[in-house]
């Protein structure tokens, strides 16, 4: 059971590139979503997705664009990669938008240098 | 919008003593959950304990526990016999009942164990 994998680990970009990063689960989650996480700030909601073909806005999606094509899968996209994107960015799953108690499954993350 | 704080930004603590971190929230709804995460350095996030709004009894997880305090929109850690295995970054997290309902979490406080 992988559960939520994320790749790659470690990348680094120049200013101006893209590049996806990749989120896949194994567990018939219907939630998906991508959060960054930077000093001091916590973990801040980028996009989130409720099921295949639905996504939706966090709280900084700006320089982000996210599609849920399959139930396993939730690529998150820097289309121009910009200094301030430097972040730990998370991949987090789980059973249905309405979880309750039901926690928030993380991957291992990425670990994003813009230069 | 609801928001966490957890205003102590670093603690330690000597082994085998215990710990309390501290949260607070604010919010207007009368039920939701609350959870504390930990990420140790390997990056990995890791659920340590939950709890729902509703009900009033304090969630116990073996040397884990919380005091939460409705009225005071209090949700606090307490970790007794403290191992060297418990240092790590712990964040506190509130999500509403609300369908898509999103993880809110605090800044996160790193925890020290002194052996």
């Known amino acids: 059971n992988a559960g939520v994998t994320q790749t790659p680990k470690f990348q680094v970009l120049k200013t101006g590139q893209s590049m996806t990063l990749q989120c896949a689960q194994d567990?018939?989650?219907?939630?998906m979503s991508w959060y960054r996480q930077d000093p001091g700030m916590g973990l801040r909601l980028i996009h989130y997705?409720?099921?295949?073909?639905?996504?939706d806005q966090g709280e900084v999606p700006n320089g982000y664009n996210v599609s849920r094509s399959t139930t396993e899968d939730f690529p998150l996209r820097l289309l121009s990669a910009a200094p301030s994107q430097t972040s730990v960015y998370f991949c987090?799953?789980?059973?249905?938008?309405?979880?309750?108690?039901?926690?928030?499954?993380f991957g291992n993350g990425t670990r994003l240098t813009v230069t | 919008a609801q928001t966490v704080t957890q205003s102590q930004p670093e603690m330690s603590v000597q082994e085998a003593e215990t710990v309390t971190l501290s949260c607070t929230y604010d919010?207007?709804?009368?039920?939701?959950?609350l959870f504390w995460y930990k990420q140790p350095p390997s990056r990995q996030m890791i659920l340590v304990i939950r709890?729902?709004?509703?009900?009033?009894q304090n969630a116990t997880e073996n040397r884990f526990s919380v005091n939460f305090q409705k009225a005071a929109k209090s949700f606090s850690l307490k970790i007794s016999d403290s191992q060297l295995g418990d240092a790590a970054m712990y964040f506190c997290?509130?999500?509403?009942?609300?369908?898509?309902?999103?993880?809110?979490f605090g800044k996160g406080i790193t925890l020290s164990v002194r052996p």
């Open positions: 709890q729902e709004a509703y009900k009033q």
């Open positions: 997290a509130y999500r509403s009942t609300g369908a898509n309902s999103k993880l809110t």
């Open positions: 919010t207007s709804e009368s039920d939701y959950y």
């Open positions: 567990m018939n989650h219907e939630y």
């Open positions: 997705s409720v099921g295949a073909g639905i996504t």
């Open positions: 987090a799953s789980s059973y249905s938008s309405w979880t309750g108690l039901r926690p928030l499954h």
